[in-house]
Antibody, heavy 118, light 113 residues
Framework: EVQLVESGGGLVQPGGSLRLSCAAS????????MHWVRQGPGKGLQWVSH????????TYADFVEGRFTISRDNAKNTLYLQMSGLRAEDTAVYFC???????????WGQGTLVTVSS | DIVMTQSPDSLAVSLGERATIDCKSS????????????LAWYQQKPGQPPKLLIS???TRESGVPDRFSGSGSGTDFTLTISSLQAEDVAVYYC?????????FGQGTKVEIK
């Protein structure tokens, strides 16, 4: 069974840092692009970043503005999102998702909640 | 960025009746070389992650009930639930993957009338 399990969310003060992890199982992790997508409270879905299977291609949404770093460890089947300079508007559930083909997502993890507040 | 706009924002449908959700992209998401529209539909139930229902505008994923269907091409797309069931209460999102960044519609909440 394909499974994605996020961890690392929590409460952080504005300007703080957090590292999210996404443990993958049930598929050949290194063969797939992986994505982070977030959902603010009561809001819609917003793509954050993606990374190619070999880690050689990385893209971020404009709002990241150099504050987040996506990475992966294919030996550990794990995806990461290092977040710094966090703002209140970064408060959201962060989902990791496996990329399929040209860029739709299946499956999604359960998500991890990041709350940025003083 | 390609803007995806869904309509309506919410709808209430009686059990067994048809539900229709529209999704419009700000530019064509059809690649002429393969004649495919790069559009997916997701279902999100409360407290759950999104679930992929349809890719390539009309290809239903394995295990998705056949009451769900997708149609459209270019810039205009539709998700149809032919006979609404109680378990279909959810928010539905369209997403384009024609170009990066992938973008989503704002979501349509489907409820029982």
């Amino acid at each position: 069974e394909v499974q994605l399990v996020e961890s690392g969310g929590g409460l952080v003060q504005p300007g703080g840092s957090l590292r999210l992890s996404c443990a993958a199982s049930g598929f050949t992790f290194s063969s797939h692009w992986m994505h982070w997508v977030r959902q603010g409270p009561g809001k819609g879905l917003q793509w954050v970043s993606h990374i190619s299977g070999d880690g050689g291609t990385i893209t971020y949404a404009d709002f990241v503005e150099g504050r987040f770093t996506i990475s992966r460890d294919n030996a550990k089947n794990t995806l990461y999102l290092q977040m710094s300079g966090l703002r209140a508007e970064d408060t959201a559930v962060y989902f990791c998702a496996r990329g399929i083909g040209s860029g739709y997502f299946d499956p999604w993890g359960q998500g991890t909640l990041v709350t940025v507040s003083s | 960025d390609i803007v995806m706009t869904q309509s309506p924002d919410s709808l209430a449908v009686s059990l067994g009746e048809r539900a229709t959700i529209d999704c419009k992209s700000s530019q064509s998401i059809l690649y002429s070389f393969n004649s495919k529209s790069y559009l997916a539909w997701y279902q999100q139930k409360p407290g759950q992650p999104p679930k992929l229902l349809i890719s390539w505008a009309s290809t239903r994923e394995s295990g998705v009930p056949d009451r769900f269907s997708g149609s459209g091409s270019g810039t205009d797309f539709t998700l149809t639930i032919s006979s609404l069931q109680a378990e279909d209460v959810a928010v539905y999102y369209c997403q384009q993957y024609y170009s990066s960044p992938q973008t989503f519609g704002q979501g349509t909440k489907v409820e029982i009338k």
